[in-house]
């Protein structure tokens, strides 16, 4: 008897570590750093009691991805694009009530820099936008017939407006904020590109949500859906400076 209650309590304290243990549920992306050993993660992950967590993070390519070690960085996009000696970053500050145009202006609110995983990093920092742009950030879509890549960026080529702002036929964008969405067999789904947004201009009123008010500052993100009109494969693009999904994540 004494035995078996001792194995219950093993048994049971087993349990109750193991538990407290967080699993993740994560949709994980990576780039590779062109000359570098080291890896951009961006991470979506979902924990127990309805933990979230999401952001950058650099490891050696040598490193497994864990959720439960990494470090965020301290950004949320790339000013330029990575290289193997020096990162910039942008980050826009959420206030807790921007309840003034004054809130908001276009100069950074700080900059700063820091060495992780031997990278010399700047982060450079906004405050958030009073109120919200009806036309300039926000999710905006489109189709193109073909994409060239070169060393620093994507060329879309013959893009077809579906909603949003008007863009040029042929439009290009620097490598470091560009994901591609594929199915299970590698076929693009779409391409993704963040565009970092500093300008004025119209926004609508927080207090009347209907109100618009023009030339104010605008700091925000504008995220583009690019979707082909024929088939592509995610294998024709590199892994350098773009996001792609990494299969078989570790998810504690």
């Not at 008897?1 to 243990?21: Q, V």
């Not at 570098?36 to 999401?54: C, T």
């Not at 073909?146 to 080529?157: G, P, Q, Y």
């Amino acid at each position: 008897m004494k035995i078996a209650r001792k194995l219950f309590i093993i048994i049971g304290c087993t349990l109750i570590i193991s538990g407290c243990k967080p699993s993740w549920d994560v949709t994980l992306y990576s780039q590779k750093i062109k000359g570098s050993n080291k890896i951009i993660y961006q991470y979506d992950a979902w924990g127990g009691r309805d933990s979230h967590k999401f952001g950058f993070a650099i490891l050696d390519s040598a490193e497994e991805f864990d959720m439960s070690e990494i470090t965020s960085l301290p950004g949320s996009y790339f000013a330029e694009t990575p290289t193997k000696d020096h990162i910039k970053l942008i980050n826009i500050r959420n206030l807790e009530n921007p309840t003034a145009p004054k809130d908001t202006v276009l100069k950074p609110s700080n900059e700063h820099s820091k060495e992780i995983m031997g990278i010399n990093f700047d982060i450079i920092e906004y405050n958030e936008t009073y109120g919200r742009s009806p036309m300039n950030t926000g999710l905006m879509e489109y189709e193109f017939d073909t994409v060239r890549e070169k060393n620093d960026s994507l060329t879309f080529e013959n893009v077809s407006h579906k909603f949003g702002i008007k863009l040029p036929s042929n439009v290009s964008f620097p490598k470091g904020n560009i994901t591609i969405v594929e199915d299970s067999i590698g076929r693009v789904h779409r391409i993704i590109i963040e565009k970092f947004i500093r300008m004025k201009g119209e926004i609508y009123k927080p207090t009347k949500p209907l109100e618009i008010v023009p030339g104010q500052a605008i700091i925000g993100f504008a995220t583009f859906y690019f979707l082909p009109k024929r088939t592509l494969k995610s294998s024709s693009l590199t892994n350098d400076g773009i996001f792609k999904e990494v299969k078989n994540t570790r998810h504690d």
